[in-house]
């Protein structure tokens, strides 16, 4: 009798499964199963593990500028990143750059004013990205019972600044604002951390000086200060730079640096109050005076024209006020290392090459 198709198929499908579970062939599978994974070994594919850890020694400005290096550190970013990271503390950009040429960290904070006029002295160093922006960074701070209520009241005065930092270029920006130049005040050069000092014990009328130094200017004096409105007259810029020769053998390093602070920057942003709070305490200041300057500033990893324009504007005037014996302006394109951002945030570099 002949048997119809739906008992051959069954007969068929009975078969085919004692196939698949018979001892030959699920050792195949076992040494296929082995060939595939010993594969994903060689190759690294799938790969969990951790990346080896480096260290770097940045120095850092202990000002607000530096805000996204704080709380990368604060929050755990470095790490999380593969980096033991050591903040190195000064008093100014200027300072912390100085520490990088001494060989005493691997990156540094700095504003534009330090990198312009060593840029007139050496030719080892570069910038990877400038990282915090502010029109209100600098401010003038006066004692009321000096006489001084406008720009303007400054003739003849004595006016504190830190030389060769934001501090000084501000204070001439600002006195050309108001139709001053440099030599219708006595400029008496003081460092930041001893300008809100030597305006309480009288020893200058005014200070040029940057947060969170002016507010303790302000808290020194009391109702004795006054802080002078300057408009949007001058973008302060900060930026991380590092020698040429250290930026190629490191340059993955430079990319999860980089990294981390973006990322710090963006949390600063979504998540305001917790990284207030970590700058309070990092600062050792009350949470309302972090909150209440925190719009005074970008965070954001960039590079752009505008700030090779900056700088060629304080080339100029650093030339002009002889704070060089050069004459010619440096090419700042000479000045930028911008690999590292290019491989992680290429979009974050508008400079025309």
């Known amino acids: 009798m002949m048997r119809n198709n739906n008992s051959i198929k069954q007969d068929a499908s009975i078969n085919a499964w004692k196939s698949l579970t018979s001892p030959n062939l699920l050792r195949l599978l076992l040494v296929i199963a082995g060939f595939f994974i010993g594969g994903l070994v060689l190759c690294g594919c799938g790969s969990n593990e951790p990346q080896a850890r480096k260290k770097l020694a940045v120095g850092v400005s202990k000002s607000f500028l530096s805000i996204p290096v704080y709380i990368a550190q604060e929050s755990g970013v470095f790490s999380e990143e593969a980096l033991d990271v050591t903040l190195k503390e000064y008093p100014s950009g200027k300072m912390a750059i100085e520490a990088l040429f001494a060989g005493e960290v691997d990156l540094s904070t700095v504003a534009d004013m330090p990198i312009v006029l060593n840029s007139f002295k050496r030719h080892d160093f570069c910038l990877l990205t400038s990282f915090t922006q502010s029109f209100q960074m600098v401010k003038i701070i006066t004692r009321k019972d000096a006489g001084i209520k406008k720009g303007d009241d400054l003739r003849g005065k004595k006016v504190g600044a830190n030389p060769g930092t934001s501090s000084h270029f501000f ?44 507010q303790k200017a302000i808290r020194l004096l009391e109702n004795n200060a006054l802080e002078l409105p300057s408009s949007e007259i001058y973008r302060t810029t900060f930026s991380f730079a590092a020698m040429k020769d250290f930026v190629e053998p490191h340059l993955e390093t430079m990319k999860r640096f980089l990294r981390a602070i973006d990322r710090a920057a963006t949390f600063a942003i979504k998540n305001r109050q917790k990284a207030q709070g970590i700058i309070a305490a990092s600062f050792n200041l009350d949470e309302n005076r972090v909150s209440g300057i925190w719009n005074d500033f970008a965070f954001r990893l960039t590079l752009d024209q505008s700030l090779l324009i900056s700088w060629d504007e304080i080339a100029r005037w650093a030339i002009e006020n002889k704070l060089t014996d050069k004459k010619e302006i440096p090419n700042y394109l000479n000045y930028i290392c911008p690999e590292a951002l290019d491989a992680i945030k290429p979009e974050a570099d508008t400079i025309i090459h």
């Open 171 to 214: 204070l001439a920006v600002f006195l050309l604002h108001n139709g001053l130049e440099m030599n219708d005040i006595k400029m008496v050069p003081i460092k930041t951390v001893d300008l809100p000092d030597a305006l309480k014990n009288n020893q200058v009328d005014a200070i040029s000086v940057w947060k969170p130094y002016d």
